[in-house]
């Protein structure tokens, strides 16, 4: 976006703001929402806000990027199985919406005055806030782990040219090489996600390079679906894929870039050719400029209505927020934002705020043809977000083949579907 | 929006439910609160456009059916009679009642 086109679109923002926002808030008829973040949260806030709120609500999106690429699916890509290509996605959709998509990077909130401020130089007014900001990585907590290590030990946690990055280290492998999965102790985003990248990089290394071998040296010692991914590897990969708990060797607390080897808290060192290190995580920083982080790192909500408990008139929602016992996953972040979007606007309109309902499904993929899954639906029961009792759990131990085989084949459609749901 | 209960052979089950059912506006943001999840897997409106079967235009005694079939384990499934665990006649009504509206 130029710079020009951003003042009259700020020029514009602020008329808007002048002719209806205050008068309209205080009848009750609808108002400015600033959604900032276009991944699976924001993009979905954004989307179902203006389709609920039509013309009575003016909607603006505010994301760095073009496109977004999913972390979801984006171990498909390592695997082989599919382009970085294929799990992008633009706004243009959003925008014939009717969506204003700023393509810029939130510096500023003031919540006085209530407006946010870009890189870019645009000041756009809210009546409410919706933070999407997804996560930011710790560094430091590794030692010997920062921005510019990760151009050489990929974490691949936010999809794109890291996932591209990764793809290329394992492509220039040999055979018979050793890749090493480091993931972190939680909370983080997508708690089966490592180990469904275990599975599609063993997928590649059995096609292409079979006399390679996957060592995952995790800061945990269980994790999620985890007697179904057991159960999956030894069926599919044989030996090829071992698991080192944090009870043998202890966290992972050093990285040595240079010698491509991490180091735990027992002062074991797992040397490989390709290392993939997925470090503690955060909520994104946009949750630090708006001043709704806590001390944990997360941002803490309400979890009936997800309005920061710490600014009023801002929510946040998806990996950013402390929405246990909800995961931090694409899924949960998609339900939330269309959630949030249906209670804001209705808060706007001066009708009162339905009781939330949420729900999860997780896919992952052992094999191209072997999916499992894991699923919750979650209720707001006695003044609590609660997973309701009995609902989902994780697909059967021992299911044939044929169920496997379908599952896989519903993970693509879901994938299908949720993007079409958010984007398109 | 009007809250769809269906063509007039929603059945018994249906009626029965709706007794039990949130009244008004009340009810009609619950239902779309509870619908809206299943969007994320059947696509937009329900309008699904790979692999999960779509579950759009259909009339609200027959997503009632097949919610309680699922939750009662009578139809088989994947993850259906997982999450279908997770809401109760009253909530079933409600999402039915909404996606059988929703374009």
Known sequence: MSRLTRREFTAAAGASAAAFAAPAVAQGKGGRIVVVGGGFGGASA????K?????????????????????????????????????????????????????????????AKKTVTTAGGASIGWDRLILSPGIDFQWGKIKGYDAAAAEKIPHAWKAGPQTVLLRKQLEAMADGGVVILAPPANPFRCPPGPYERASMIAHYLKTKKPKSKVLIVDSKDKFSKMPLFLEGWKKVYGPMIEFI?????????????????VITEFGAKHKGDVVNLIPPQKAGKVADIAGVTAKSGWAPIDRRTFASTMKKDVYVIGDASIASPMPKSGFSASSQGKVVAAGVVDSLAGKA????????TC???????????VAKVYAWQGGKLVGVKGSGGVSPKGAPASFRAEEARYASGWYASIAADIWG | MKL?????????????????????????????NLALSCFSCHGPAGKSPDTI?????????????????FRDGKRKSTVMQRIAKGYSDAEISALAGYLATVK
């Open chain 1, 51 to 111: 389709m609920f709120g039509g013309d009575s609500v003016d909607v603006t999106l505010i994301e760095p990027n073009k496109t977004f690429y999913t972390c979801p699916f984006s171990n498909l890509v390592l695997g082989g199985l599919r382009d970085i290509g294929s799990i992008g996605h633009g706004f243009d959709a959003m925008k014939k919406r009717g969506v204003k998509v700023v393509q810029d990077m939130v510096t500023g909130v003031d919540h």
């Open chain 2, 4 to 32: 769809g209960y269906g063509p007039a052979g929603a059945g018994l089950i249906a009626a029965a439910l709706v007794a039990v059912a949130p009244v008004g506006a009340q009810a009609e943001s619950s239902g779309r």
């Open chain 1, 363 to 373: 896919y992952s993929l052992v094999a191209p043809e072997y999916g499992i899954s």
């Open chain 1, 245 to 261: 708990p944090q009870s043998k060797d202890g966290p992972v607390t050093e990285v040595d870039v240079g010698g491509k080897t």
């Open chain 1, 353 to 360: 705020v339905a009781d939330p309902s949420f729900a999860n």
């Open chain 2, 53 to 69: 079967p779509a579950i759009n235009g259909k009339n609200k005694a027959f997503i009632v059916k097949e919610m309680v079939g």
């Open chain 1, 46 to 49: 954004a989307k179902y806000a």
